[in-house]
């Protein structure tokens, strides 16, 4: 797996359009297609991928606290938002893209600084204009949920 550091390392949208989501997906587990920056800077990668499924793994770190010293729900929303809408982008025909249209989280309690989470989404739905998803965070080794959420996706078939 290896990690976009310029817009040269992103896959161009006729190589995006030439694949499904989940091809998209498993490429970049594979290593053939580049994870985004984001994950980096947060400390998170993709682990898993299967039609309909899909798990990240992350630890926060202190520069992921907020004033009061603990994770920033932003930390949380980011990994909800990715599994969640890469657990519907696996349903994304060839020849479409998706971009998230709402989610919404529920912290359940604050994650301890490097502890190491996973955060897995499943498809609710998935159809030709909207995907549907939910999602929660799980300490790898306590196995609390951490955080809960939803989303829905928008899917657009691009005119070639």
């Given at each position: 797996?290896?990690?976009?550091?310029?817009?040269?390392?992103?896959?161009?949208?006729?190589?995006?359009?030439?694949?499904?989501?989940?091809?998209?997906?498993?490429?970049?587990?594979?290593?053939?297609?580049a994870r985004p920056p984001i994950s980096a800077i947060l400390n998170y990668t993709l682990d898993h991928v299967e039609d309909g499924k899909v798990i990240f793994r992350g630890t926060p770190e202190f520069d992921h606290t907020n004033p009061m010293g603990t994770v920033h729900g932003g930390w949380y929303g980011t990994l909800l938002?990715?599994?969640?809408?890469?657990?519907?982008?696996?349903?994304?025909?060839?020849?479409?893209?998706?971009?998230?249209?709402?989610?919404?989280?529920?912290?359940?309690?604050?994650?301890?600084?490097?502890?190491?989470?996973?955060?897995?989404?499943?498809?609710?739905?998935?159809?030709?204009?909207?995907?549907?998803?939910?999602?929660?965070?799980?300490?790898?080794?306590?196995?609390?949920?951490?955080?809960?959420?939803?989303?829905?996706?928008?899917?657009?078939?691009?005119?070639?």
């Open positions: 797996m290896f990690t976009a550091k310029t817009p040269d390392d992103l896959p161009t949208r006729a190589q995006t359009l030439s694949m499904s989501g989940l091809q998209f997906m498993q490429g970049v587990v594979a290593g053939t297609v938002d990715s599994c969640m809408a890469c657990a519907v982008m696996t349903k994304v025909p060839k020849g479409s893209i998706y971009t998230t249209l709402e989610y919404k989280i529920n912290l359940t309690r604050n994650i301890p600084l490097g502890t190491e989470i996973t955060a897995t989404g499943w498809i609710d739905h998935a159809g030709r204009t909207t995907g549907v998803a939910s999602g929660e965070i799980r300490g790898v080794i306590d196995g609390k949920l951490y955080a809960t959420g939803s989303t829905t996706c928008l899917i657009m078939k691009i005119a070639e």
